[in-house]
């Protein structure tokens, strides 16, 4: 059955017959899992794409969040942003650290460098920013704290594959970026997720982490876990990934069009780009919750669906966190709206959305 819906987003997908014909292959091997050839060659592949060196493909995000600060041997305060996923955050407490907040900028949406040093205490071992909605943070700030307080940066980059900054990947900044490889983000394996270190030993460090601390003799060197990444997961990524330049193309020309047409109702605002991005998403702000939700509303009574990413804050999960007031954050979350955006997305659809909203003449 056909869904006539429209979603925030929808997997941009190779044809099928892309996929089988690498599935093939696998089954001819029968190797599944456990570094397979395919995991080797979606890896040397992206990074081929990427420009990088160094790329440890896991089985999500969240787990490359954790492992990233368990090969940094973190212990103590994290300092991160409450405008996030909560994976970010309940991968810090995983591994048994405590997030810090720092409040985000209004219009980047990104973590405030200016508010990070009050924040530091003698507890603190890392900042984890947010490239939220695959917008660069300003990372020469970020760097230059962590610098003058010797702490590590790893970059939540779950939203950034294909992003660059100041001419290279933005998966080359910090100590570690980690990205997503879900089925909602740029570049798809359905699940999964992939660690980009900045130092070579980090690197053959996070490969032995994924896989149960192992070294090549099979000795346990590390505190490792089970991150490996599928063949099957890889298949998809593969077949993907030869698309993955149209689908950037096309999100950057749909984001453009939302905005100039959106432009038009006054009182909405956009996320200040910084520089270069993927346009992963397309989050407006509304002037207040009241009008969102009425949008919301009249959106939903035609079959569309926006999201509220991220809502709520992530400093107000008090079932899991102390409650410590983030004013920025707790207001965009409560104004913003992601439009649907992805590849399928037909451009009539987009002006419809548009017309609808500046219909309501907020
Ligand atoms: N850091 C940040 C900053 C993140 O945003 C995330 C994840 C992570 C870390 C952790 O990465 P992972 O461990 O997830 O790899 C989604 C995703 O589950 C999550 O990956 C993502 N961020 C988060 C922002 O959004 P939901 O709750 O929006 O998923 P869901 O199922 O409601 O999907 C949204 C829409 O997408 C649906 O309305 C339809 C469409 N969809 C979804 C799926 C799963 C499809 O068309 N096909 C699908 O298979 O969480």
Request: charged share 25%.
């Amino acid at each position: 059955m056909v869904d006539k819906n429209i979603y925030v987003t929808m997997p941009t997908l190779a044809p099928l017959d892309d996929v089988t014909e690498l599935l093939k292959g696998v089954w001819e091997r029968g190797i599944m899992t456990h570094n397979g050839p395919l995991v080797q060659c979606f890896e040397k592949e992206t990074a081929k794409f990427l420009g990088l060196r160094n790329i440890v493909s896991v089985t999500n995000g969240t787990i490359a969040i954790q492992m990233a600060i368990r090969a940094l041997k973190l212990k103590g305060e994290i300092i991160t942003t409450p405008f996030t996923f909560i994976a970010t955050v309940s991968s810090i407490i995983w591994e048994g650290c405590t997030p810090v907040f720092v409040d985000i900028d209004p219009e980047t949406l990104n973590i405030d460098p200016s508010k990070i040093e009050e924040k530091i205490t003698e507890h603190t071992c890392a900042i984890l920013p947010v490239h939220v909605f695959g917008n660069p943070c300003d990372m020469e700030s970020i760097q230059s704290i962590a610098k003058r307080h010797n702490l590590k940066v790893i970059y939540d980059a779950a939203h950034a594959v294909g992003v660059t900054y100041k001419g290279k990947s933005i998966f080359e900044y910090g100590d570690i970026s980690t990205t997503s490889f879900h089925a909602t983000k740029m570049l798809n394996t359905a699940e999964g997720g992939a660690c980009f270190a900045t130092d070579d030993d980090l690197h053959e460090k996070l490969k032995r982490l994924r896989f149960f601390g192992f070294d090549d003799h099979k000795d346990v060197v590390d505190d490792g876990t089970n991150g490996k990444m599928t063949e099957v997961h890889a298949v998809i990524g593969l077949a993907n990934l030869k698309y993955l330049q149209l689908a950037l193309d096309d999100r950057k020309e749909k984001y453009m069009l939302y905005k100039e047409l959106l432009s038009q109702c006054p009182s909405l605002k956009f996320q200040r780009i910084n520089g270069d991005c993927n346009y992963s998403y397309f989050p407006v702000i509304f002037p207040t919750e009241e009008i969102l939700l009425e949008v919301e509303h009249k959106l939903n009574e035609e079959g569309i669906y926006p999201r509220r990413y991220f809502y709520p804050s992530v400093n107000t999960f008090t079932q899991i966190l102390p409650y410590v007031e983030m004013p920025v954050s707790e207001d965009i979350a409560k104004r913003i709206l992601c439009l649907p955006l992805y590849y399928n997305l037909d451009l009539c659809d987009l002006n419809r959305i548009c017309s609808m909203i500046f219909d309501m003449k907020i």
